[in-house]
């Protein structure tokens, strides 16, 4: 798998974290619907063990994310 998805990912990540920070939640919580989405076509594909590494490293910031936002409203 490409690191490029990945660099992606973690750019829209880092904006959903300053959208949080600005208390932008709605945004944030469409955003993050997005990268989980792309997330589990990223799973449905994976083939290597580090990519499943990567990928369920971002689904355990995601789930943290999604509560904070929660959290939030």
Known sequence: MESDKFSALKETVQEIIDLIAT???KTANNKLVEVSEELDELLDFAEED?????????????NQLHQKINAAE
């Open 50 to 62: 580090e990519d499943l590494r990567e990928i369920s490293k971002y689904q355990v910031l995601l």
């Open 23 to 25: 208390k932008d939640l």
